[in-house]
């Protein structure tokens, strides 16, 4: 849709260089080459799909994971595997663009991410993967518009917190309809509870996650809904974790619960996890996680029109407080001293004429207690008063900002204040937190609102709130954007019926948001 938008929506991404070793060519894809002294594989081994994500101008990263046995550690053999990929500009391939070969390493779980590059800009593309004679479906991509384009239209979709045992994933494909450009997706990707008969599916395993093997198997067993892999297939997607990756409400080296998981230990699933999430997600090389670390944070740009600042609110952040004075502590911080200066450098100095913020945790301040006074939730940014409201001083010297977030599982669109203490205070900018794509399950609305209208008067910067499932879908062009919150009637069941619950615009040059 960005540029000269045609009535057939477009969606895809594009080709050029392969990581791990990718050999590109621009030639028709050759017969596979002969390996008699391989054993074969497993049939199926395309068991996890296809996807593809982090949209540049003249790249795309291409991703697949060999695992004939998805939940049972994927059942490949112990062998590098070669496996050929390769991008055109139809879907027949008839129109081939690049090729290349790349290596499924077992110690990567036999992933595959090819960082393709040398693309047009602003082009759909489709790409498939061989591995020993067997084909993968056909996925579909785009690339990013050029890098000085100033027109045309970026629709975005905004999704995160999908629990596996809460409900299936259904708004994926009312979303797949919407033929997002990109799929923003703001963490909990999976979540690490213990398996439970309770809801309409049940997780995998005996029990939580904590060894490498254990969360391959629950990446694997997400990656098998069937409308989270129709939309990876075809649409690109920007990813980053929040906590349910690894582990509740952790924080840096903390886990939720310290007295049960020593330091050591902790730091082991930690390894695990990220690991596992590099092997399931389309992310670039820069992602390869270094033991307890991965370098989750980043920028992308869609022409002069938008720039994607998305953040890492786990790896670097203060422990949570427990009170109203402690959230107030200046020494608290939530991004880290390097982060937070990579963020204010990159939105003072943007060229874009909207700055976009991926914040997996709610920024907009969530006052819980009626009446005087304030009781604040304490994991989201509420808990790092000094440096959210820092940051949002700061937003004043910043075109258009908007942030982007995910966690709370209800929709909450808000005004973002300079000073929530002082409610005459400027408004600095504009949040959609969207809700959740099942967790939470077929939320009940009328306890929902018994539960949260009254709290309005306390918090007037809430502009819509609500607790349906769904996610957010955004039209953004160089004079606004306009926002849909998209739910369904329901995720207990593999189909539902989707419709737009409500409808805002965010005016270029006024901060704030507006009902429609």
Not at 173 to 197: H, K, N, R, T, W
Not at 249 to 268: L, M, N, R, S, T
Not at 402 to 424: E, F, Q
Not at 437 to 454: E, T, V
Request: net charge negative.
């Amino acid at each position: 849709m960005y540029g000269a938008a045609s009535p057939g929506r477009r969606r895809f991404l594009t080709a050029s260089a392969a990581l791990l070793g990718a050999a590109a060519s621009a030639q028709l894809w050759l017969p596979a080459t002969a390996r008699a002294a391989d054993t074969p594989l497993p049939d199926g081994v395309f068991s996890l799909g296809v996807a593809s994500g982090d949209p540049l101008p003249d790249g795309i990263v291409l991703w697949t994971r060999l695992a004939p046995d998805p939940l049972n550690g994927g059942g490949m053999p112990d062998r590098v595997v070669s496996v050929d990929w390769q991008l055109a500009e139809d879907e027949n391939f008839t129109k081939a663009v690049v090729q290349g070969t790349a290596q499924a390493l077992p110690e990567y779980g036999h992933s595959v991410h090819v960082d393709v590059r040398g693309l047009r800009a602003g082009c759909t593309y489709w790409y498939r993967f061989r591995a020993d004679g067997q084909l993968s479906r056909t996925g579909r991509t785009r690339t990013a518009p050029a890098e000085h384009t100033t027109m045309g239209t970026l629709r975005v979709a905004l999704a995160s917190c999908q629990n596996w045992q809460n409900g299936y994933f259904t708004p994926y494909a009312d979303m797949l309809d919407q033929d997002p450009d990109v799929v923003l997706f703001v963490g909990d990707y999976i979540y690490e509870s213990a398996p439970s008969s309770a809801g309409p599916r049940r997780h995998e395993g005996a029990g939580e996650p904590y060894t490498l093997a254990q969360y391959r198997n629950r990446y694997a067993q997400y990656r098998t809904d069937p409308d989270l892999a129709e939309l990876h297939a075809n649409v690109p997607w920007v990813v980053t974790f929040d906590d349910h990756e690894v582990d509740n409400d952790w924080a840096g080296e903390i886990p939720q619960d310290p007295d049960k998981q020593p330091h050591d230990a902790f730091v082991a699933r930690l390894t695990a996890a990220f690991q596992a999430y590099y092997e399931h997600m389309p992310v670039r090389a820069e992602a390869v996680p270094n033991g307890p670390h991965i370098q989750m944070y980043r920028r992308l740009e869609f022409g002069r029109l938008v720039r994607l600042n998305v953040l890492d609110t786990r790896q670097f952040r203060s422990d949570q407080v427990t009170s109203q004075a402690a959230a107030q502590d200046p020494a608290l911080t939530m991004l880290g001293a390097e982060q937070k200066q990579w963020l204010l450098d990159g939105l003072t100095d943007s060229p874009a004429r909207w700055n976009l913020v991926a914040s997996q945790i709610m920024m907009a301040e969530t006052d819980i207690l009626p009446g005087d006074g304030k009781l604040w939730y304490y994991d989201a940014w509420d808990g790092y008063q000094v440096e959210r409201n820092a940051l949002l001083e700061e937003f004043r010297n910043v075109s258009n900002p908007v942030v982007l977030s995910g966690d709370r599982h209800l929709t909450m669109i808000s005004d973002l204040k300079a000073d929530y203490a002082d409610p005459s205070s400027d408004v600095v900018g504009a949040e959609f937190v969207g809700t959740s794509i099942s967790s939470n399950g077929d939320q009940d609305q009328a306890a929902f609102h018994a539960q949260w209208d009254p709290l309005k008067a306390d918090n007037p910067h809430w502009k819509f709130i609500d607790a349906h499932r769904g996610y957010h879908l955004f039209d953004i062009d160089r004079f606004g954007i306009d926002a849909q919150v998209r739910v369904v009637d329901t995720v207990v069941r593999p189909q539902a019926t989707p419709s737009t619950i409500a409808q805002l615009r965010v005016e270029e040059g006024e901060p704030g948001v507006q009902l429609v």
